[in-house]
């Protein structure tokens, strides 16, 4: 039976990037870029003024002298006139500096009366001028490969021109769920039937994740049914099936991914819940992951495993979310022959994150997975947690909020 890292270690190297697509950089966000974005031009474009003031000669603004005011540069007003000898320009934020002024000096920092201004202090050479190039000259590396567009990436592409960038294909992530007793949503239930809850829950995981869920039809409980799903779902760039994976007279997902040409890396991990989770290898490379049919197990497993999996495929450099140390508020014990994965909601306390462990735990129950902040690894070989005891956790949230605002000043 594999540890989580070894499993894990096992998975990863099935998932590659697939290769890239060219998106309009509004329908880029949250992608990887698949190559380096060089700037076309540079940034800024001209030499213009950071405020609202007037374009000057420094050495003509000693403090206490005065100076004219000639003409006017404003933004998207074009190239101005070149300064006149012995006196200032208005200008304002945006605008083209004029040719022979070296400085801006703001508007606060004089007094005016008609064409006249007094300086109340001396400029310095260069002051509140953007200059051009002065964030990044054309030809330079604007955006590196691997990393994910947000918005600040998009406003960036946008201002140098850019319409659309190569990013990581998205993988469709075919989501294959097994057994007799499930039944669609909308379906009656007959005694001894349940919804397929899984099939909708993974889906909104692999979305989550950033990549394309597509959802097959239930497949029942025999070998001939699943080889042929999953002679279908192999056409898709990964493959996830739900239940049967145990060694059940009806678990029939070993002999299908056998007659299906997938070879097995593994078939347990030591982790609870979860422990059933297969992984093997397709025809054409195509990785094939095994879920345990339990609603919490299939859930956990994915985010431990096949979440990171998926986040590497799509480019991602940083595939793991990153490990947070947090403290048990209660006292909790827990069977210590396997590491297990449970989940929790957190609480910002003076100390950092605290963690309180839902109350229903088992693998099968749902509501365990409600409003969950965290998983947290309570680790083999030890039974009884004390409050105040430090553990380490991953953030299921990109957002834990918080109910007061975080900065007073
Ligand atoms: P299995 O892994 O097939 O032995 O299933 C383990 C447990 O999970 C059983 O109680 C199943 O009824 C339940 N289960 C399996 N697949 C699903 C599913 N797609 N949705 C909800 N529950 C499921
Ligand atoms: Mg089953």
């Known amino acids: 039976m594999k540890s989580i890292g070894e499993a894990l270690r096992s998975m990863l190297p099935a998932f590659e990037p697939l290769g890239s697509e060219s998106l309009a950089v509004d329908s880029a966000l949250d992608r990887h870029l698949a190559e380096d974005v ?14 609202d003031g007037y374009a000057v000669r420094t050495g003509q603004t000693t403090e206490g002298t005065k100076s004219k005011v000639v003409g006017e540069s404003r933004a998207g007003g074009g190239t101005p006139a070149p300064l006149a ?6 200008i304002f934020t945006g605008a ?20 006249q201004i007094w300086f109340r202090k001396g400029a310095s050479p260069r002051a509140n001028i953007r200059f051009r190039g002065s964030d990044s000259k054309a030809g330079e590396t604007l955006l590196g490969q691997g990393l994910r567009v947000g918005p600040g990436e998009i406003g960036l592409l946008v201002s140098q021109g850019i319409a659309t960038v190569d990013v990581f294909r998205q993988p469709s992530v075919a989501i294959m769920t097994t057994g007799d007793e499930l039944r669609e949503l909308g379906e009656a239930l007959d005694e001894g039937t349940i919804y397929n809850s899984n099939a909708h829950a993974l889906a909104a995981q692999v979305r989550a ?39 059940g007279e009806h678990d ?29 290898v397709g025809p054409g490379g195509r990785p094939v992951v095994g879920l345990p049919g339990n609603p919490i197990s299939s859930m956990v497993t994915f985010e431990a495993f096949v979440r990171p999996c998926l986040r590497k495929m ?65 680790p083999a070989g030890e039974a009884e947690f004390e409050p105040g005891r430090r553990l380490q956790a991953i953030l299921l949230r990109d957002e834990t909020g918080h109910i007061h605002p975080p900065f007073e000043a």
């Not at 060089?38 to 950071?50: E, G, K, L, T």
């Open 38 to 51: 060089p700037a076309r031009v540079d940034a800024p474009p001209f030499d213009n003024s950071a405020m």
């Open 85 to 90: 000898e012995d006196a200032v320009m208005r």
């Open 96 to 115: 083209v500096m004029p040719e022979g002024a070296d400085a801006v000096v703001i508007q606060e920092d004089v007094d005016r009366d008609g064409e």
């Open 209 to 247: 994740a950033g990549c394309r869920p597509v959802v097959f039809p239930i497949v029942g409980d025999s070998e001939h049914e699943l080889r042929g799903s999953l002679a279908r779902a192999l056409r898709h760039d990964v493959v996830l099936t739900s239940g049967g994976v145990s060694v």
């Open 252 to 280: 029939h997902v070993r002999d299908a991914f056998e007659s299906s040409g997938v070879k097995a890396d593994f078939w347990k991990v030591a982790v609870k819940p979860g422990k059933p989770l297969s992984f093997g």
């Open 314 to 378: 799509l480019g991602d450099p940083r595939p793991f979310r990153p490990p947070q140390s947090v403290r048990l508020t209660h006292p909790h014990r827990h069977s210590p022959r396997r590491p297990e994965l449970a989940r929790g909601k957190l609480t910002h306390g003076p100390d950092g994150w605290e963690l309180t462990l839902h109350r229903l735990q088992g693998s099968g129950s749902l509501p365990s997975m409600v409003d969950v902040d965290a998983l947290v690894l309570l």
